[in-house]
């Protein structure tokens, strides 16, 4: 006997669940599948490896029906090595029902085979939008019995362009099914495209018993003007050691002017840094905001109008080198860290003469002042960021689509689909992070093979 006996499941799949050797719910899995198998739409947080996957899976397949032959269940994912593992787990979990058929639908495969495999309709379909909604519009795949659709690592699957896709493929979809979304974060995006999506789901944030306590610790520095910059460089370095894996800051400034001296100061350093203030053209503002989101710059340094609009979910680090105006800036600064539940770290540097401001920006804020030594001298303040920017001279006006680009990259014994990041598409640009290592192979292959047999000028946004 599992907890999975108690929900109500078929025997096929308490049996499977017992194979699988899984003992207990995980938290995502005690929380959603109660709601998925009243045929609730569900929109969940839940984090890779938090056996999401068993959730959706044992509520799909508890009601499918094997000797109905047409398509009862599609998973959307953002990437075919994604597909590829939820397929892999999708048939372990089906396989003591028997005769259940599920095929992978991604970009990179030969459509043709694609098109002769779905002659004999699978029951369960796995894909990428773009490959999915290809099939959809060609008639290859037809829908009009689905129960189910997951769209798996949703606000993945929107930081890479996809929204479009999954708006059109809805449309190919009947409007009774059930939609289950599920998100690592909940940025404004899966907010907003929720509603368009899903009927009154049931919103669900899956936690642990270990989770730790989320919260800010704000720390205050009283520093020199002459000595902001050194001072900035000991707070990055200070914030590196403390974080696993490569990490980003947004540092605020009153003035355009300190903007840009503070960024060429930085990058001189090593440190990945970029500018953003309302004296750059709209194109320029653009690009430095996308780098930041794909993880192509480490450290962004803005003018508070500049920065709205900025979604960054998990954000470890936020500087004040000019102490804020008001407590309704700081307030807004500080709320760019602490995300998604993650813990968050805000630093202000107040001049000498500023003391009496931070008080009383503390007193409005109802939180303590935090006076605190500088951090000490040593290691570096910035390293190198994970991905690189390409861009290509192509874009929406050119009918490319993020499916496109990846299946350009990533078919025919490309890059992995792990490699490749963000994709965002302008009228006459398109913009892809690819894993720093991969950047000038993947330039060097597009400007080779194009994109849908088209060649395009590409090339890697300078750090």
Same mark, same amino acid.
């Given at each position: 006997?599992?907890?999975?006996?108690?929900?109500?499941?078929?025997?096929?799949?308490?049996?499977?669940?017992?194979?699988?050797?899984?003992?207990?719910?995980?938290?995502?899995?005690?929380?959603?599948?109660?709601?998925?198998?009243?045929?609730?739409?569900?929109?969940?947080?839940?984090?890779?490896?938090?056996?999401?996957?068993?959730?959706?899976?044992?509520?799909?397949?508890?009601?499918?029906?094997?000797?109905?032959?047409?398509?009862?269940?599609?998973?959307?994912?953002?990437?075919?090595?994604?597909?590829?593992?939820?397929?892999?787990?999708?048939?372990?979990?089906?396989?003591?029902?028997?005769?259940?058929?599920?095929?992978?639908?991604?970009?990179?495969?030969?459509?043709?085979?694609?098109?002769?495999?779905?002659?004999?309709?699978?029951?369960?379909?796995?894909?990428?939008?773009?490959?999915?909604?290809?099939?959809?519009?060609?008639?290859?795949?037809?829908?009009?019995?689905?129960?189910?659709?997951?769209?798996?690592?949703?606000?993945?699957?929107?930081?890479?362009?996809?929204?479009?896709?999954?708006?059109?493929?809805?449309?190919?979809?009947?409007?009774?099914?059930?939609?289950?979304?599920?998100?690592?974060?909940?940025?404004?995006?899966?907010?907003?495209?929720?509603?368009?999506?899903?009927?009154?789901?049931?919103?669900?944030?899956?936690?642990?018993?270990?989770?730790?306590?989320?919260?800010?610790?704000?720390?205050?520095?009283?520093?020199?003007?002459?000595?902001?910059?050194?001072?900035?460089?000991?707070?990055?370095?200070?914030?590196?050691?403390?974080?696993?894996?490569?990490?980003?800051?947004?540092?605020?400034?009153?003035?355009?002017?300190?903007?840009?001296?503070?960024?060429?100061?930085?990058?001189?350093?090593?440190?990945?840094?970029?500018?953003?203030?309302?004296?750059?053209?709209?194109?320029?503002?653009?690009?430095?905001?996308?780098?930041?989101?794909?993880?192509?710059?480490?450290?962004?340094?803005?003018?508070?109008?500049?920065?709205?609009?900025?979604?960054?979910?998990?954000?470890?680090?936020?500087?004040?080198?000019?102490?804020?105006?008001?407590?309704?800036?700081?307030?807004? $600064?500080? !709320?760019?860290?602490?995300? @998604?539940?993650?813990?968050?770290?805000?630093? +202000?540097? #107040?001049?000498? &003469?500023?003391? =009496?401001?931070?008080?009383?920006?503390?007193?409005?804020?109802?939180?303590?002042?935090?006076?605190?030594?500088?951090?000490?001298?040593?290691?570096?303040?910035?390293?190198?960021?994970?991905?690189?920017?390409?861009?290509?001279?192509?874009?929406?006006?050119?009918?490319? $689509?993020? !499916?496109?680009?990846?299946? @350009?990259?990533?078919?025919?014994?490309?890059? +992995?689909? #792990?490699?490749? &990041?963000?994709? =965002?598409?302008?009228?006459?640009?398109?913009?892809?992070?690819?894993?720093?290592?991969?950047?000038?192979?993947?330039?060097?292959?597009?400007?080779?093979?194009?994109?849908?047999?088209?060649?395009?000028?590409?090339?890697?946004?300078?750090?």
């Amino acid at each position: 006997m599992n907890d999975f006996s108690r929900l109500g499941l078929r025997p096929e799949l308490i049996d499977s669940a017992t194979a699988q050797g899984f003992a207990q719910m995980t938290p995502v899995q005690a929380q959603t599948l109660p709601a998925i198998l009243a045929g609730t739409d569900v929109l969940a947080q839940a984090e890779t490896g938090s056996g999401k996957t068993a959730a959706f899976g044992f509520g799909l397949l508890n009601r499918l029906i094997a000797t109905d032959n047409t398509p009862q269940a599609l998973i959307l994912c953002p990437t075919r090595e994604l597909a590829d593992q939820v397929s892999q787990a999708l048939r372990q979990f089906a396989a003591p029902i028997g005769n259940v058929k599920l095929m992978t639908l991604c970009g990179g495969s030969p459509m043709r085979a694609q098109i002769n495999s779905l002659a004999r309709p699978p029951h369960i379909v796995v894909g990428t939008p773009g490959r999915v909604l290809a099939h959809l519009r060609r008639a290859s795949l037809s829908a009009p019995a689905l129960q189910t659709l997951v769209l798996d690592e949703a606000d993945r699957m929107l930081d890479m362009g996809f929204i479009a896709d999954i708006q059109a493929i809805v449309d190919h979809l009947p409007a009774d099914r059930q939609t289950l979304l599920f998100s690592a974060t909940w940025p404004d995006a899966v907010r907003e495209i929720s509603p368009r999506l899903q009927r009154d789901p049931a919103h669900i944030t899956a936690t642990t018993d270990d989770t730790p306590t989320r919260r800010i610790s704000e720390i205050f520095h009283r520093v020199d003007d002459r000595d902001k910059l050194a001072v900035l460089e000991r707070v990055l370095a200070d914030a590196r050691r403390r974080q696993t894996g490569f990490m980003q800051a947004l540092v605020f400034c009153n003035r355009r002017e300190t903007v840009d001296r503070v960024a060429e100061h930085l990058t001189r350093r090593g440190v990945a840094a970029l500018a953003l203030h309302g004296d750059r053209d709209q194109r320029e503002r653009d690009e430095v905001l996308l780098r930041f989101a794909n993880q192509s710059c480490a450290v962004l340094v803005a003018t508070d109008v500049a920065a709205r609009g900025l979604d960054i979910p998990a954000l470890p680090l936020v500087v004040s080198v000019d102490l804020a105006g008001d407590v309704a800036t700081h307030t807004h $600064r500080i !709320g760019r860290t602490g995300r @998604a539940g993650e813990s968050g770290r805000a630093v +202000s540097l #107040a001049t000498p &003469g500023e003391g =009496d401001r931070a008080e009383r920006i503390a007193a409005e804020g109802g939180f303590r002042l935090n006076w605190s030594r500088w951090p000490e001298s040593g290691g570096q303040a910035g390293a190198k960021p994970p991905m690189a920017t390409l861009v290509i001279q192509g874009g929406r006006r050119d009918k490319l $689509r993020p !499916g496109d680009i990846l299946g @350009a990259l990533t078919g025919d014994g490309g890059l +992995s689909g #792990a490699d490749v &990041g963000k994709i =965002d598409i302008a009228d006459t640009r398109s913009y892809v992070a690819i894993a720093r290592a991969e950047a000038r192979p993947a330039r060097d292959r597009l400007r080779k093979a194009g994109i849908k047999k088209k060649r395009f000028r590409v090339a890697i946004l300078a750090d």
